[in-house]
């Protein structure tokens, strides 16, 4: 079954501690993507990546980090710099960066406490 | 202004009535449109894409008019299961720039 995957789909972590959101596909897309959905906002683009060992920082990239040492997988840490931590985090890829058609994985709930 | 707008809604129709959205963007080079549905507290899943021609799957039909910088998906005979929010995303490619920018959604209840 082919797809993207995100690991946990909830995760709850203490003010100040960093964390990792899983995101891997078997799509054998070249690029991925981080986003955050806040209540009655849209996506916003956090990190994307074109190919492996190689990622751009998209509109908020403030307060995070990514990696891509793999094609399959695009981790995003959250560190104790971002600000507002708490929001749904969703993963997508596209064949490369000059097709657009993204498609999603099921995300993972933040909640900073 | 924001780069690509959408009216929040919710738009409220009953079961069997037509119902159209529309999605303004404000950068003249945006390049390709979609439409995407989301579920309530689930990820958005493709719906469409939109072409200059405008196109149609099943009760679905996208149209892009590229003079007043729009598009507009159309769904007729409204199911229950239609009641999601729709978000419209339109890519900008040019120079440096290369990303998709999402609307906030359109929220449409069908009621029975």
């Known amino acids: 079954d082919g797809g993207i995957t995100q690991s946990p789909k909830y995760l709850f972590r203490k003010e100040g501690q960093n964390v990792t959101l899983s995101c891997e596909q078997n799509?054998?897309?070249?690029?991925m993507y981080w986003y955050r959905q806040d209540p009655g906002q849209g996506l916003r683009l956090i990190y994307y990546?074109?190919?492996?060992?190689?990622?751009q920082k998209g509109d908020i990239a403030e307060g995070y980090s990514v990696s891509r040492e793999k094609k399959e997988s695009f981790p995003l840490t959250v560190t104790s710099a971002q600000k507002n931590p708490t929001a749904f985090y969703l993963c997508?890829?596209?064949?490369?960066?000059?097709?657009?058609?993204?498609?999603f994985g099921p995300g993972t709930r933040l909640t900073v406490l | 202004r924001k780069e690509v707008e959408q009216d929040p809604g919710p738009f409220n129709v009953p079961e069997g009535a037509t119902v159209a959205f529309n999605c303004t963007y404000s950068?003249?080079?945006?390049?390709?449109f979609f439409w995407y549905r989301q579920d309530c507290r689930k990820e958005p899943k493709l719906l469409m894409s939109?072409?200059?021609s405008g196109n149609e799957d099943g009760r679905f039909t996208a149209q892009l008019n590229r003079a007043s910088q729009y598009i507009s998906l159309l769904i007729r005979d409204s199911k229950l299961s239609d009641s999601a929010t729709y978000l419209c995303a339109v890519r900008i490619y040019g120079g440096a720039t290369n990303k998709l920018i999402f609307g906030t959604g359109t929220l449409l209840a069908v009621q029975p």
């Open positions: 939109v072409y200059s």
């Open positions: 799509l054998n897309h070249d690029a």
């Open positions: 950068n003249s080079a945006s390049q390709s």
């Open positions: 997508a890829s596209s064949i490369d960066h000059r097709d657009y058609t993204q498609y």
């Open positions: 990546s074109q190919i492996v060992n190689d990622f």
